[in-house]
């Protein structure tokens, strides 16, 4: 059975840190892997999708890296912002099941 | 594109009344999913459509929970009678055929309270 595990589960940082969040997953059989970001009240926001043959992905700030053998993702920050505070998940989408698995997700607080 | 459609945005009800949430998803989206999200946990698969045929509702409590996606488009969930517990956001989201290559898109949700 696939399980996502998001560590740590919350993070308070500075603006202008970079900083890392971390996402596993216990099965490799995967069709990719997407970040989502979730502001308070609301829906979720795609931010970034891995392909399984992939090893990164960049959009402005944010990259995304993938290591399917190991089963790990993690998702780089750079120059945090206020405006970057939210929930953020990861989500695989099992190739057994053609299910997506979310982790439970990291709530990021980043101060003026 | 437009995004995926969902009404209302909140809803607050007793508990054993009834409840339904809306769902337009992506123009050209065959897949059609809706999520439940208790609060401080990730989003949990209760049902998914292609067209207009249930692929998968395992995790959806058929006891009280029921979908329905007419014609292949809009979609529709219902809770009958509510329970304390359902207590939620239930999101919907929409793919193209072929997931694997383009991701899921999802909608603002609806953050249902039950007291």
């Known amino acids: 059975k696939q399980e996502v595990t998001q560590i740590p589960a919350a993070l308070s940082v500075p603006e202008g840190e970079n900083l890392v969040l971390n996402c596993s997953f216990t099965d490799s059989a995967i069709y990719n892997l997407q970040w989502f970001r979730q502001d308070p009240g609301k829906g979720l926001t795609s931010l970034l999708l891995?392909?399984?043959?992939?090893r990164e992905q960049t959009s402005g700030r944010l990259n995304a890296s993938l290591d399917k053998s190991s089963g790990r993702s993690t998702l780089y920050i750079a120059a945090s912002q206020p405006g970057d505070s939210a929930t953020y998940l990861c989500a695989v989408l099992s190739s057994n099941t053609g299910k997506l698995i979310f982790g439970q997700g990291t709530t990021l607080q980043v101060k003026p | 594109e437009a995004g995926v459609a969902q009404s209302p945005r909140y809803k607050i009800i007793e508990k054993r009344q009834s409840v339904a949430f809306w769902c337009n998803p992506i123009s050209g989206h065959a897949t059609l999913y809706w999520y439940q999200q208790i609060l401080g946990q990730g989003p949990k698969l209760l049902i998914q459509?292609?067209?207009?045929?249930?692929?998968?509702d395992s995790q959806l409590p058929k006891d009280r929970f029921s979908a329905e996606r007419l014609k292949g488009v809009d979609s529709t969930l219902k809770i009958q009678p509510a329970k304390l517990e359902d207590s939620a956001v239930y999101l919907c989201?929409?793919?193209?055929?072929?997931?694997?290559?383009?991701?899921?898109?999802f909608g603002s949700g609806t953050r249902l309270t039950v007291v």
């Open positions: 891995i392909q399984s043959s992939q």
């Open positions: 989201a929409s793919s193209r055929t072929g997931s694997w290559n383009y991701g899921y898109t």
């Open positions: 459509f292609q067209n207009n045929g249930v692929v998968d």
